[in-house]
């Protein structure tokens, strides 16, 4: 591949190759025709196949009156479909919109509204279709094209899709609003040339950032291919280079961390992206018994899910677990006990990546086969790391020294959509600031401590809910926690542990605390631990403390006026 060849080229430290993203896949196309490109339920599309349903489906939005710089929404789960937009769009000269398919009416029209999406493009499944036309008319929406599920499936399995989901599948034809896929698509799939620069604006990832208030990053076509570009060199050009890598994509590809891991990354390097439609346990140990991929970007709870399902399991399993060479963990801190035990299990490396929307979303990342324990990693190349003074983010600390992380690099955003006042907040000196407390070792390694926003005022100290859980995890019964602050008549804030016990535990209550006596300053020691059967997960797999925050909010305890522990 061309952008392989040039970053083997480069010598080290220079500038980053850019281009626009779609010229990725032509390249990719040139390069490798045959090669399996996308491989969903069963059937695989090749690399030429792929790039020209992009021609026509790019050509199709054209002369439905997409011009360049509107914005059209990708409302899809894991398919062929948002491969095939991801590229069209952008080469019409629009701008994707990545849309959670779970979201509710009201997240989808202030996302819509906020964004000006005038396309939108879904699956025939009602549950998604009728939550965008019920709120289409409130919106700028002129067309939503409808995309069969069924149609990107092997022949057999896709009669069979129908016949099972025949209840909850749309059957809307061509009328003013809806546009099915087949229609579009029927044309000769010559695009009209579009003038288009690495520096414009390519998608439109919506984040809560550091406020938890929805807005879009905008992130341009060289931010995009720019961190798929990083992570190339963290993987090794050579190795790639040599062909046979198949990224297994479980994650949801509207989250920035699959776009750039499994889409982005494949397509610039040939590889095979395997898509699921959504993470289903004995589905997705399937796929991996079938299809044998090398790669494999997913968080740690998945990582944790699959060890506990495999281990003690079928010995085929196990087997098959072993083409797994490759693992990038993101999304959330790796515990060094759920990185052991999946490398045990598969004999891959599993290395802890670390980033934001914001950024593309990588920002550092752990050598494959080195690293530091408890590191989220080093810089990417051409990436600088700042960590700089909480109370006057101004002064940048020395090695060892705790404060924000904030971020310089080719892969950060140009800023928010519509949002100049936020962008200024969010930078410094030129720097993103990430809203994340972490520090430097001597080595450049960045070492994270929590979210800013998630610290826990105890009396006037500090206490990082990270330490909690890390001291927790570190019991072998627990199988899964996470730390909030609430309030405490006392101290103004406690921290409140919620834990996952594994199956056939022994742990109680009492005996976690103990675990944690020698672990723990007394300042940071939980006022409650609370054992529950689940704990509350966002739709990639992270663990998700706003749910159990407003449940403390709208609870009243009598604790929390005492500050008294509860064992």
Partial sequence: MVLLDELAARPPGAPLPVRLVPDMLEETARAHPQRSAVEFLGRRITYRTLAALVDRAALGLQE????????????????????????????????????NPLYSDPELCRQMLDSGTVMMVVPDVAA?????????????????????????????????????????????????????????????????????????VALLQYTGGTTGTPKGASLTHAN???????ELLVVGCDELRAGDVRVLGVLPLFHVF??????????????????????????????????????????????????????????????????????????????????QRFEALTGCHVVEGYGLSEASPVLTCNPLGAGKPGSAGLPLENTVIEIRDLEDPTRILGAGERGEVCARGPQVMQGY????????????????????????????????????????????????????????????????????????????????????????????????????????????????????????????????KKELVAEEAARVSPQAVSGERVA
């Fill in 258 to 339: 699959a776009l750039t891991s499994v889409l982005n990354f494949a397509v610039a390097t040939g590889a095979e992206m395997i898509l699921l439609p959504r993470f289903e346990m004995k589905s997705l140990l399937r796929t991996i018994r079938r299809t044998h991929p090398t790669m494999f970007p997913a968080v740690p709870t998945l990582y944790g899910a699959i060890s506990n399902a495999v281990e003690g399991g079928p010995r085929k399993q196990k087997r098959a677990m072993q083409s797994i060479r490759t693992c990038v963990s993101g999304g959330a801190p790796l515990p060094a006990e759920v990185k």
């Fill in 417 to 544: 959509w519509q949002r100049p006042e936020e962008t200024a907040s969010t930078m410094i000196d030129g720097a993103l600031r990430t809203g994340d407390v972490g520090y430097l070792d001597e080595d450049g390694y960045l070492f994270l401590v929590d979210r800013i926003k998630d610290l826990i005022l105890c009396s006037g100290y500090n206490v990082y809910p990270r330490a909690i859980e890390e001291a927790l995890y570190s019991h072998p019964d627990v199988l899964e926690t996470t730390v909030i602050g609430v309030p405490d008549a006392h101290r103004g804030e406690a921290p409140k542990a919620f834990v996952v016990l594994r199956p056939d535990a022994d742990a109680n209550v009492q005996l976690l605390f103990a675990h944690l006596g020698p672990l723990l300053s007394r300042i940071e020691m939980p006022r409650e631990i609370e054992i529950r059967d689940e704990l509350p997960h966002t739709m990639v797999g992270k663990l998700s």
């Fill in 128 to 200: 998604i279709h009728d939550k965008v036309v019920a709120v289409a008319a409130r919106t700028d929406l002129r067309r939503v094209i409808l995309c069969s599920l069924a149609d990107a499936m092997p022949w057999l399995k896709g009669r069979l899709f129908r016949v099972a989901r025949r209840r909850d599948l749309v059957r809307a034809g061509s009328n003013s609003l809806h546009v099915p896929f087949a229609r579009l698509i029927a044309n000769a799939g010559q695009p009209l040339a579009v003038t288009s620069d690495p520096q414009d």
């Fill in 224 to 230: 995009l291919t720019a961190n798929s570009a990083q």
């Fill in 64 to 99: 439905l009156g997409l011009k360049p710089g509107e914005r059209v929404g990708l409302c899809l789960p894991n398919s062929p479909y948002f491969v095939i937009f991801y590229f069209a769009v952008m080469k019409a000269g629009g701008v994707v919109v990545n849309y």
